[in-house]
Structure formats: C-alpha cells, structure tokens
C-alpha cells in the first residue's frame, strides 16, 4: 500500500512509498482511511522537532470504515465507521494507567510517531480504542474528532468552563479555533478571538465568518483594554492560549479576571518563558496544563460535532489525495491553510 512515511532522523525525510498492508493481531482492527488530517505535530515531526522512531508512517488524526477483525474482538464489526483515540501501547502499569491517565503514559507509542500511523490506506488500531461515528457523519469531519477532542477535554473537561463564561481565546489556529467553538457550545456568554499580523488574513477571517463577536489583531487592536472595556473592568473569566508565543502566555495574566483561569494549550518548541508569576499569584489565577484526550472527550466532542453544536469541519480548508501531500505541507507551513485532510 502507498503510505507517507519519515524514513530516518533528521529535517525531512518524508517519502511516499510501498509499505506492507497490515494484519491485525488479538484484539486488534483494520480500518481502511477515508480521511486523514495533517496536525502541528506531523510538522514537528517532519521537521524532527518531535519523538519518533523511524522509519514509520505518520498522522493520527483519521476517520475510516472498519475493513476486518482480529481475533478476540467483540464489539465492533466490518463495515463500522470508526475513529479512535491515538493512545496505543501504554505500559498499564503505570500510576498515570492505573488512575486511567493512558494519555500521558511516557511508555505510549501513538500511530504516527510511536507505531504507524493513518496517512496510508490502512490502520490497525486496538478495538478498545474506538469509537463509532454516525452514519450522517461525512469522513472529513470525522478526521477533526480527534482535535476537537482536544479541546473538548482542555476547555471543558480541564479548565471548567461554565456557562455564561467571558472567554479569551489566543491564537487563531485550527486548535485556538476549535477552542472557541467549544466554549460557545459549553455556553460562553461571549468569546474573543486574538490572533498576530500572521493570522490576519485566513485565521483571522475564519474567526470572523464562524461568528465570534470580537476579533483582534494585537498589532493593531489594545487587547487588555478591549477585554477590560467588555467586562467592565474585571478581565476573562477563562483565556485560553493556543498560540504557544512566549509574550502571549505571559499575557494572559493582564487578560484574567482575579480567581478567573487560564487554560494552556500552545506549546513554545522549547522556548523559555518569562511569565509574571507574582501578578498571577496576586490574582489568585487557575491555570491548567493540557496535554491529548481523555477517553471521556471522545463520545461527548463526537455528539456535539454530530448535532452541530461545535461545527468543527469548518476548520478544514484543503481536501487533497495522499499523492499531494507536499502541497498540504507547505500550505500550512505558509498558513495558507487551516486543516489539510488527506485521501488515500
């Protein structure tokens, strides 16, 4: 089967290539993809600023058709349309998998960096790894539950967001993006979408077109006087920060109301932060790392995707073959595009 594989360590190496189709072991399922979505950390991965053991393929961000069945698996039948948590080979012995915390298990190997991965015609996935999509669920959407999951899990699950919440979200990106809608459907009373002079034009403008009420530019826009100004003074009761720039995050404690919470999100690349520790502590702010899903996320993002209550296929700008992978490459390298879905 033709598959995107990083072939060695190191800048690049990504090569579409021949690789064996798969076989499923116990308990284990062959999905043939219909969509795979390309994610920041595929990127990372090209540009070998993330673990991985090659040669391997990569994504993990897919949707696709249950093709068949391994021994010992019970619950799920060829012909299933499924997505599935990335969560593969955890130890289980673990105090984080022993308290249900596989996610973060530092024995994991997730496909697409850790084992093979969803940019390819075929994937195994472990059955207790899945979930079912619903049949008026088209595969590109379903290709973005894994994101959304996310954010599902960081703004919802993680930082609490209640209704009627006074939101700030940084960084327009596919994440920042789907963070705003999911705090719009947990019932946001208001959010506000920040991006850089690079996000201006397409991150930008989709913030815009999905409706957010207040968009700002920080070149252009005094970002704490406008959140100031609509909340009369007391800042975000949430800011949740997407970008993962250094001065960004050391913003949020001027965005935050006093014991209001910050939820991280953005990833630096190694970057040092400076971040005003004593003002936040005199705020007696929240903040709450994230990091991946929870198992809980993945039936409640796939509900609110599937009712329309977070429209999370509006992320996708590019829908292109496997065989032009490049293109989708450097389209979000340029941020020429948001979401790039790929078809094997």
Known sequence: MKALVKTQKGVGHLTLMEMPEPEPGPGEVLIEIQSSGICGTDVHVKHDRFPYWPPVIIG??????????GPDCKHYKPGDRVVGEPHTRPCGQCYLCRTGNVQICAHKRSPGWGIHGSMAKYLVMPEQLLHRIPDHMDFDTAAVIEPTANTVHDVIERAKILAGDFVVVLGPGPIGLLAGLTARAAGARHVVMVGAPPDEGLRLDKARELGFPTVLNVATDDVAQAVMDLTGGIGADLVVECSGAPPAIAGTVELVRKKGRICAI???????????????????????????????????????????????????THRLPLDDWETGFEELEALRALKVILHP
Do not use: M
């Not at 993990?60 to 069945?69: C, N, R, S, T």
């Not at 003002?279 to 007696?284: D, M, Q, S, Y």
């Open 60 to 69: 993990h961000e897919f949707a696709g058709v249950i093709a068949a069945l």
């Open 266 to 316: 953005g990833l630096t690349g190694g970057k040092t932060v400076e971040f005003p520790w004593e003002e936040a502590a005199f705020k007696v702010a929240d903040i709450y790392f994230c990091l991946s899903t929870s198992f809980t996320s993945w039936n409640r993002t796939i509900d609110l995707v599937a009712t329309g209550q977070i429209p999370a296929g509006e992320v996708i």
